[in-house]
């Protein structure tokens, strides 16, 4: 006599249970993976790159002017508004408050330097630059922000990373405990 296995089959709504339940519990358990920031013990890569300067931008109908700070050197970049072409041979002077009085002196076309020991420190540097180039004289203003660099804060495990990992740990054994009660009454519905 020949035993046919019988292969449970399963109605279509119990399959779709079955899909909802899972979904649920891989999402429930992907959210208290999802975070980062934290050091879990190997060696971190370094991290490569150059920090960009300080900067400042003024801009008028004849000139466009961006300041750079590196240290105490504040390095000018003057070119024509209309062209873009580099401002050749002008007078620059620098003034910010009362802290900073000067004349820059051209480096290269285009490319000014005035020693600003008095803008290093962290703040708001309110700068105006008085452009006397061949026939054409203006005015231009900005504001150099120098901010302080923020220190890393190290990673603090918070109740809302523990709840989540309670409420997705309490989720699974609730659906683990469902498809173990759904198995024992089919199994009893459908003995072998």
Known sequence: MIHAFRHPIFPAREIVKRVVLSALLASASWAAWAHGGEDHGGD????????MAPRAYAQTEDFELVAQLHGTTLTLHLDRFATNTPVVDAQIEVESGSVLKA???????GVYTVKADA????GAHPLSFSVQAGDTADLLAATLDITVPVEKVAHVHGWSEWATWTLSAVVL???????????????RKHPR
């Open 119 to 122: 803008l290093a420190v962290p």
């Open 173 to 187: 054994i609730a659906g683990l405990g469902l498809v173990a009660v759904r198995r024992r009454q089919w199994a």
């Open 44 to 51: 971190a890569p370094q991290v490569t790159g150059t920090s």
């Open 103 to 109: 004349v820059a002196q051209q480096l290269a076309p």
